[in-house]
């Protein structure tokens, strides 16, 4: 991107790379959970896996990591109501969710700046060499391309043709360690309470391949660069997405 094409692109500001907003209370509210217990049995006791921080709130809000939001402000910053602070320019158009979806889901998509116009997809592939999970609308036209994380050596990618069967917005998680080949020893099972630095993130979009799903992730930093218990993980914010664009019978292509 070089200052020819940023400056040709400048008067339109959907297409500028950050833009400045200004922080609200609802953007800076929690709940919080900090310090994030990493043993399930631990992460059971609690009413949510909520955010650690703020901080990790807007970096999932505008699709990045808090990092990055670091090195596009000032360090004197206050996250506080009335602050401006840069951001890239992943701002919702539309939050016109469909007043039939749950209200937690529709503050889900909101919080996640999911814009609520998202194409049709018919079919969905899972690419492994590529890492890449695309959208096809019903004249195979290629409407999205998200990052993914599929399947390990232990877990491999069940090669082949599924379907989705339907989504589980903001999901609790039962932790099966007989389901885990690097469960520790003497681990039991357990419930883990939903929110997005919850296992499966904030959807769950279940396969008819038993104990298989599309789902979102707590570390969407790793995504493209770690393995997965064989499922298919994308960011919260794109797995959102995903879920607006596919219904129940949306078939489901793996390939290598």
Same mark, same amino acid.
């Given at each position: 991107?070089?200052?020819?094409?940023?400056?040709?692109?400048?008067?339109? /500001?959907?297409?500028?790379?950050?833009?400045?907003?200004? !922080?609200?209370?609802? %953007?800076?509210?929690?709940?919080?959970?900090?310090?994030?217990?990493?043993?399930?049995?631990?992460?059971?006791?609690?009413?949510?896996?909520?955010?650690?921080?703020?901080?990790?709130?807007?970096?999932? %809000?505008?699709?990045?990591?808090?990092?990055?939001?670091?090195?596009?402000?000032?360090?004197?910053?206050?996250?506080?109501?009335?602050?401006?602070?840069?951001?890239?320019? /992943?701002? &919702? &158009?539309?939050?016109?969710?469909?007043?039939?979806?749950?209200?937690?889901?529709?503050?889900?998509?909101?919080?996640?700046?999911?814009?609520?116009?998202?194409?049709?997809?018919?079919?969905?592939?899972?690419?492994?060499?590529?890492?890449?999970?695309?959208?096809?609308?019903?004249?195979?036209?290629?409407?999205?391309?998200?990052?993914?994380?599929?399947?390990?050596?232990?877990?491999?990618?069940?090669?082949?043709?599924?379907?989705? !069967?339907?989504?589980?917005?903001?999901?609790?998680?039962?932790?099966?360690?007989?389901?885990?080949?690097?469960?520790?020893?003497?681990?039991? &099972?357990?419930?883990?309470?939903?929110?997005?630095?919850?296992?499966?993130?904030?959807?769950?979009?279940?396969?008819?391949?038993?104990?298989?799903?599309?789902?979102?992730?707590?570390?969407?930093?790793?995504?493209?660069?770690?393995?997965?218990?064989?499922?298919?993980?994308?960011?919260?914010?794109?797995? &959102?997405?995903?879920?607006?664009?596919?219904?129940?019978?949306?078939? /489901?292509?793996?390939?290598?």
């Amino acid at each position: 991107m070089d200052l020819t094409t940023l400056r040709a692109l400048h008067p339109y /500001a959907q297409w500028r790379p950050t833009q400045t907003i200004v !922080l609200t209370a609802e %953007m800076l509210a929690g709940p919080f959970v900090n310090p994030l217990p990493k043993n399930p049995q631990m992460q059971a006791k609690l009413t949510t896996l909520g955010y650690r921080s703020p901080m990790e709130k807007l970096g999932e %809000m505008f699709h990045t990591k808090p990092s990055v939001l670091l090195e596009l402000n000032s360090p004197q910053t206050r996250l506080v109501p009335g602050s401006k602070i840069v951001v890239p320019n /992943a701002i &919702a &158009a539309d939050h016109a969710y469909d007043p039939k979806l749950p209200e937690t889901w529709r503050q889900t998509l909101s919080d996640l700046n999911v814009d609520s116009t998202q194409p049709t997809g018919a079919k969905v592939v899972v690419d492994k060499s590529e890492e890449v999970l695309r959208v096809l609308d019903k004249d195979g036209k290629l409407v999205a391309q998200f990052m993914a994380t599929m399947g390990s050596e232990h877990d491999p990618l069940p090669i082949g043709t599924w379907k989705i !069967l339907g989504p589980s917005y903001n999901p609790p998680f039962h932790y099966n360690p007989k389901l885990f080949w690097d469960a520790k020893k003497g681990a039991k &099972a357990a419930l883990l309470p939903p929110g997005p630095n919850g296992p499966v993130g904030v959807v769950w979009l279940d396969l008819s391949k038993p104990h298989y799903g599309i789902h979102g992730t707590p570390s969407p930093e790793t995504i493209g660069r770690a393995e997965s218990h064989g499922c298919i993980r994308l960011t919260n914010w794109d797995a &959102a997405r995903l879920a607006l664009m596919v219904k129940p019978g949306t078939p /489901a292509v793996f390939q290598e």
